[in-house]
């Protein structure tokens, strides 16, 4: 299995990263792993998507497809993953789900279209699937979790491993007095923020009533 997941490590070659650096469409036929992003709301997979795949392309062949993707990210339309070679640069492509749909729609792929797939599967849900869902999770060759207790509620063996932070781009301030001023927030004040989707699964309510 870890033989097919294999791919290339080194940088894009120069012919996919001059494509990128004009506008972002990549040759999927020069891709060796496929981050799909199926579905159209904001959310928190689609932001990870679009925040990981430039920074994975640097060091892998990469690339993500969906709709309604921003610009500056390595992408081609969905309708050429039908048309797309069989194979990729390196054999077998890896498709990264991260949902369902992106689970169901890399095995249609495969079994259907016999193109030449390595299924990963990342979650950090935490909760009970349906039946349909974890038949779909057992097709995948590698999955992952973001914490332990996501992995405590799959019933497959799992990978933890825990969100990545950029401390370049996030990082304490280095006067946070002046940054307080600046927001109209008092400077001796205990602040407590939420970032990402308000949804009662967060259990946000049961925080506040604490």
């Known amino acids: 299995m870890m033989e097919g997941l294999m791919f290339r490590r080194n940088r894009p070659n120069a012919s996919v990263s001059q494509q990128v650096n004009c506008n972002m469409k990549v040759d999927p036929g020069k891709i060796d792993v496929i981050a799909p992003n199926l579905k159209r709301r904001l959310s928190g997979v689609k932001s990870t998507v679009m925040r990981l795949v430039p920074l994975q392309f640097k060091d892998i062949q990469i690339a993500t497809t969906?709709?309604?993707?921003?610009?500056?990210i390595p992408q081609f339309?969905?309708?050429?993953?039908?048309?797309?070679?069989?194979?990729?640069?390196?054999?077998?492509?890896?498709?990264?789900?991260?949902?369902?749909?992106?689970?169901?729609?890399?095995?249609i792929l495969k079994w259907v279209f016999r193109k030449k797939l390595r299924f990963v599967l990342t979650t950090a849900a935490q909760r009970r699937r349906k039946p349909s869902s974890m038949w779909l999770i057992r097709q995948m060759d590698v999955v992952i979790a973001a914490s332990k207790k996501t992995a405590a509620y799959l019933d497959v063996p799992t990978t933890i491993i825990l969100h990545g932070i950029d401390t370049?781009?996030?990082?304490?301030?280095?006067?946070?007095v002046s940054l307080r001023d600046s927001l109209g927030?008092?400077?001796?004040?205990?602040?407590?923020?939420?970032?990402?989707?308000?949804?009662?699964?967060?259990?946000?309510d049961v925080f506040w009533k604490q």
């Open 66 to 72: 969906g709709p309604n993707l921003r610009d500056g």
């Open 77 to 107: 339309p969905l309708w050429k993953l039908l048309v797309m070679s069989r194979s990729g640069p390196s054999g077998y492509r890896v498709w990264h789900a991260r949902r369902n749909i992106e689970m169901l729609v890399g095995l």
């Open 168 to 176: 370049e781009g996030f990082s304490p301030v280095e006067n946070m």
């Open 185 to 204: 927030l008092e400077r001796d004040a205990v602040i407590i923020g939420c970032y990402g989707r308000i949804r009662a699964q967060k259990g946000t």
